[in-house]
């Protein structure tokens, strides 16, 4: 459970029977997570033909997700994780390195949800692609 950019509750359970592209992201409205979002805004109208809801994550709170969506006009809802609950029980925050730096942080993953259980993780994402390749995924299942 987490409030998303309106500061409306959303939970997992809402999506039981649906086809789920939750996808974890480090940060708005940076280069990577910004070409990733903006990927899916390119692909929605293929997933809503497809019955896919997106949704995107992070630790980033819910005024910074509504100036994202405002900024790049994200058509899906961005949850606002601010207490890690979702990000830990995901497994998707831990410590990474940028520079020879080492800080804690949101991990890059995407997991396909149908019907309430886990079908796929991309462990390892494409920014630019992975719009593609989630529909893709979802394809065949």
Do not use: N
């Amino acid at each position: 459970t987490a409030k998303d950019q309106d500061g409306r509750t959303v939970k997992l359970s809402d999506f039981k029977g649906k086809r789920l592209g939750m996808y974890f992201y480090p940060k708005d409205d940076t280069p990577g997570c910004t070409k990733e979002a903006c990927s899916f805004r390119d692909a929605d109208s293929l997933y809503r033909s497809q019955g896919i809801t997106v949704l995107g994550v992070s630790v980033d709170d819910e005024a910074s997700h509504k100036k994202f969506i405002s900024k790049f006009q994200l058509p899906f809802d961005l949850l606002a994780d601010t207490d890690h609950k979702i990000v830990e029980a995901y497994g998707v925050w831990g410590e990474k390195s940028m520079y020879g730096r080492k800080y804690m942080g949101t991990f890059r993953k995407t997991f396909l949800i149908d019907d309430g259980k886990i079908v796929k993780i991309f462990e390892k994402v494409d920014v630019a692609k992975h719009a593609d390749e989630v529909l893709a995924a979802f394809g065949e299942k």
